[in-house]
């Protein structure tokens, strides 16, 4: 899969097109598992390269490629439309979770719809926040007067605890990245 170049296409378009994808841990040889089988002949099946080194991105390619550090994702629809195309922006939180042993499927994929477009709806901004943080600290000094006093108090080094600080918070904006 490496170095495979062409098109691509964006995991969201994927999943609107053939349904949220199940994981699959192949414990054992693939090929004698049926299920998985079944998948790969019927084009359902999603190989997804991921690195363990460095910030590459994961990169999905529709079929089954055996590797070492590779993810699998059975769709419940062929994926026939999107053969030879690199899968770019996985995102993990549109695969459907597989079902606990005490519940029913139907509960963890019910709003797999809203999923998607919330996805698509999102933009991204940069906020831009103030926090002050205020301690009020006494000191003892000898001076003449209240002006020398003061700047006694000011030249004293110290590190004052801020654990008990009061702390206010304002937004200064909102901009769109």
């Known amino acids: 899969m490496k170095g495979s170049k062409g098109k691509s296409v964006r995991f969201l378009e994927v999943v609107k097109a053939c349904s949220?994808?199940?994981?699959?841990?192949?414990?054992?040889d693939p090929m004698k598992d049926r299920h998985f089988k079944s998948a790969v002949r019927q084009n359902r099946v999603m190989t997804?390269?991921?690195?363990?080194?460095?910030t590459r991105k994961d990169v999905g390619i529709i079929g089954f490629i055996k590797e070492r550090n590779a993810s699998y994702f059975i769709f419940p629809k062929p994926l026939d439309?999107?053969?030879?195309?690199e899968v770019r922006g996985i995102k993990y939180e549109l695969i459907k979770q597989p079902a606990s042993l005490d519940s029913n499927d139907t509960a963890n994929n019910s709003d797999w719809a809203a999923d998607v477009s919330k996805t698509k709806r999102e933009k991204r901004y940069c906020v831009t926040i103030r926090r002050i943080?205020?301690?009020?600290?006494?000191?003892?000094?000898?001076?003449?007067?209240?002006?020398?006093?003061?700047?006694?108090?000011?030249?004293?080094?110290?590190?004052?605890?801020?654990?008990?600080?009061?702390i206010s918070q304002q937004v200064l904006g909102v901009e769109e990245l």
Do not use: C
């Open 20 to 28: 949220r994808p199940e994981p699959v841990t192949l414990w054992t």
């Open 48 to 54: 997804i390269e991921q690195e363990n080194v460095g």
């Open 81 to 85: 439309a999107f053969t030879g195309m």
């Open 133 to 166: 943080a205020a301690v009020n600290t006494s000191h003892e000094v000898q001076a003449k007067d209240q002006k020398t006093a003061k700047e006694k108090a000011l030249e004293l080094e110290y590190a004052p605890d801020f654990s008990n600080a009061k």
